[in-house]
């Protein structure tokens, strides 16, 4: 056997016990040792963990859509209303991991684990009245998203579960960001492994019934949906009690600590609101898009589908930014902090690039394998050809971006975006595709030069420094 070969199957044992390891996850100090180990012990079941959340919405929709359109709709409209509910979720979570990591980092794991706790508290405290009016006003949300009355009739028992539900929704958000502030980003991918594989057993079960139990219909959807994610966050309520990783909450921790809750408070707030921007801009660019035919808003839609998909992996890596950030911050090593940054941001901008060839060469047999009208497919296409010149850019922004949120500062982000998006992509999108009559093209053109020039003020801005100094 030549030594060359000897040397790849070394390199391959390697990378099998790397990757594995990190899947296992565990203690890790990140604060010392190889950078790069570090990115890739983090990066790879936050990348797993994506996928798995993007698992729910497929399952839910594979097996509703047989029991009709009316089914379908309601799962789309809930599912719209539902995207303030992951604002808001993603928002606690940023704040969260931020706290934790920068305690982390300081080595002081009690202050952690209170932290922890802390959050847990507050993001009860939003939740209850999230699902009491949900379960109230499931029926006026649905009419107020024109609901047709043939989805009322069938729909407002699948939205009131969902909607009442909520609070399994932000706490297996929640707990995620803590266990990954805490450098243990494989107990937050497992959990959303367990939340998917019981919603998977009970979707087809509760819909349809299988012996002794009854066919749920729509509802049944929601009951294995909610209870998927419930099972899945007593899976991390059980690791934080158990208290054999880093942190280990107990019931003298619950006593409402108000400076905790106040700093997690101003991060979660900028964070929510930062999210909401981003996705309220997605929504009145689909208004535009919508004035131009049916086919040109489902070729955007597809086309959006498609890049959401695509982008999980690097919302993933770019998620590992934001720990490594805060627990080197807290860790009083800005210059480990900052290179962390640049290292995660190269390996993201290659993923990337890597996209982008994807979707410039092979647009059409990935567009056509969802849907083959052909006045749709030339619109999804344009679609990904025209915003994937944008993806490098959009790779170093996005790790950019989850770095000021990993230092706690989640002004800065909120800001970039409300400039970003709304002072300057949509007004920019409407001019193009209106005024000057570039159709659903000047929409596209228009996210590919505002994301570009986000991307240009964060990179100005985080080389001023200021998110090392950031107090939380």
Request: net charge positive.
């Amino acid at each position: 056997m030549s030594a060359q070969v000897i040397s790849i199957k070394k390199e391959a044992l390697f990378l099998f016990q790397f990757i594995k390891d990190s899947i296992k996850g565990g203690q890790e100090d990140f604060t010392k040792g190889s950078m790069r180990r570090a990115v890739f012990m983090l990066a790879i079941p936050m990348i797993l963990e994506m996928c798995m959340e993007s698992v729910f919405a497929v399952v839910d929709i594979f097996f509703v859509g047989r029991l009709g359109k009316d089914a379908a709709a309601t799962v789309g409209l809930t599912e719209a209303f539902l995207m303030i509910i992951y604002s808001i979720a993603i928002g606690l979570s940023m704040a969260a991991t931020a706290m934790v990591a920068r305690r982390v980092g300081e080595k002081n794991i009690e202050e952690a684990s209170k932290s922890a706790m802390q959050a847990i508290i507050l993001a009860l405290g939003c939740t209850i009245i999230i699902s009491v009016a949900g379960c109230i006003f499931a029926k006026d949300i649905l009419q107020l998203l024109h609901a047709p009355q043939t989805v009322l009739a069938i729909g407002v028992p699948y939205a009131r579960t969902m909607l009442g539900g909520c609070v399994v929704i932000i706490m297996l958000f929640l707990i995620n960001g803590i266990f990954r502030g805490a450098g243990d980003a494989g107990i937050a991918m497992r959990s959303l492994w367990i939340a998917n594989i019981c919603n998977i057993i009970l979707c087809p079960i509760l819909i349809f019934g299988f012996g002794p139990i009854p066919a749920l219909g729509l509802t049944g959807a929601a009951v294995a949906t909610t209870t998927g994610r419930g099972i899945g966050v007593c899976y991390q309520v059980f690791h934080l009690i158990k208290g054999k990783g880093i942190l280990a909450v107990r019931l003298s921790h619950c006593a409402p600590q108000i400076k905790i809750i106040k700093s997690l408070v101003n991060v979660a707030t900028t964070s929510t609101f930062q999210f909401l921007i981003a996705t309220a801009s997605w929504l009145f660019l689909a208004r535009i898009i919508a004035g131009f035919g049916s086919n040109a808003i489902a070729g955007y839609t597809i086309a959006l589908r498609i890049i959401s998909f695509f982008m999980l992996p690097a919302w993933g890596l770019s998620n590992a930014a934001a720990t490594l950030v805060g627990q080197n911050l807290g860790a009083k090593e800005p210059g480990r902090a900052e290179k962390s940054v640049w290292i995660t941001a190269k390996y993201n901008m290659i993923f990337m690039a890597i996209v982008t060839v994807i979707f410039f060469f092979f647009a059409r047999p990935i567009v056509s394998a969802i849907n083959n009208q052909n006045e749709v497919v030339v619109v999804a296409i344009q679609a990904l050809q025209i915003v994937s010149l944008g993806y490098i850019a959009y790779g170093l922004g996005l790790v950019l971006m989850n770095a000021f949120n990993g230092a706690g500062d989640s002004r800065t982000p909120t800001y970039i975006n409300l400039a970003g998006f709304w002072g300057f992509q949509i007004p920019l999108a409407y001019t193009l595709a209106i005024y000057l009559n570039l159709g659903p093209k000047g929409v596209f053109l228009a996210i590919v030069i505002a994301e570009t020039a986000l991307t240009i003020a964060s990179y100005l801005i985080f080389k001023k420094g200021f998110w090392k100094n950031v107090k939380i």
